[in-house]
T-cell receptor, first 113, second 109 residues
Framework: DAGITQSPRHKVTETGTPVTLRCHQT?????MYWYRQDPGHGLRLIHY???????DKGEVSDGYSVSRSKTEDFLLTLESATSSQTSVYFC????????????FGQGTRLTVV | GQQVMQIPQYQHVQEGEDFTTYCNSS?????IQWYKQRPGGHPVFLIQ?????EVKKQKRLTFQFGEAKKNSSLHITATQTTDVGTYFC?????????FGAGTILRVKS
């Protein structure tokens, strides 16, 4: 398996609190992605990064922000968690934007109560 | 925005029956990828198709890329219980990797 680690693996938080999820890779891949997975919606792209300090929005970015201060770490922050953000979050990495496979982390199950 | 539509959403088959999932993109793709996610697991890359009309096989799995490079399919012959899971197609749109909603496959033994 590719060296990609998500933390925490599980988290329960209260509505209105900030939450940060971490994705750490040891592959030196340029691209990193954050997805959320919900029944019936598959994997929806939240934000992605194409280099250090280079990030952009995906299709469901409202309520989320990201940061990438170094190649190996991509942080996803929920500024003020809402119940609609209860989901399983996956981080993925890939070497390039096309033509290479993406490797996924184990996922973080986030519950907002 | 770019969209990848995938059908069906669910498929229950008897062990030994065939299974097919279809994927359509709103725009032409440079390539299409397929992933499998076992229950409780994370998506794992299966294959990538690049050429118009390309067909690739992995044992009982056959992958096709349409002539217009806007659609693709995954066909499993004689399903087994080990095939259960969710199958996703994914396309690259610039720097984005966009996934379809996936097809959940259940196999009755």
């Amino acid at each position: 398996d590719a060296g990609i680690t998500q933390s925490p693996r599980h988290k329960v938080t209260e509505t209105g609190t900030p939450v940060t999820l971490r994705c750490h890779q040891t592959e030196n891949h340029r691209y990193m992605y954050w997805y959320r997975q919900d029944p019936g919606h598959g994997l929806r792209l939240i934000h992605y990064s194409y280099g250090v300090k280079d990030t952009d929005k995906g299709e469901v970015s409202d309520g989320y922000s990201v940061s990438r201060s170094k190649t190996e770490d991509f942080l996803l922050t929920l500024e003020s968690a809402t119940s609609s953000q209860t989901s399983v979050y996956f981080c993925a990495i890939s070497e390039s934007s096309a033509g290479t496979e993406a490797f996924f982390g184990q996922g973080t199950r986030l519950t907002v109560v | 925005g770019q969209q990848v539509m995938q059908i069906p959403q669910y498929q229950h088959v008897q062990e030994g029956e065939d299974f097919t999932t279809y994927c359509n993109s709103s725009t032409t793709l440079s390539n299409i990828q397929w992933y499998k996610q076992r229950p409780g697991g994370h998506p794992v890359f299966l294959i990538q198709l690049v050429k118009s009309g390309e067909v690739k096989k992995q044992k009982r799995l056959t992958f096709q890329f349409g002539e217009a490079k806007k659609n693709s399919s995954l066909h499993i012959t004689a399903t087994q219980t080990t095939d259960v899971g969710t199958y996703f197609c994914a396309g690259h749109y610039g720097n984005k990797l966009v996934f379809g909603a996936g097809t959940i496959l259940r196999v009755k033994s």
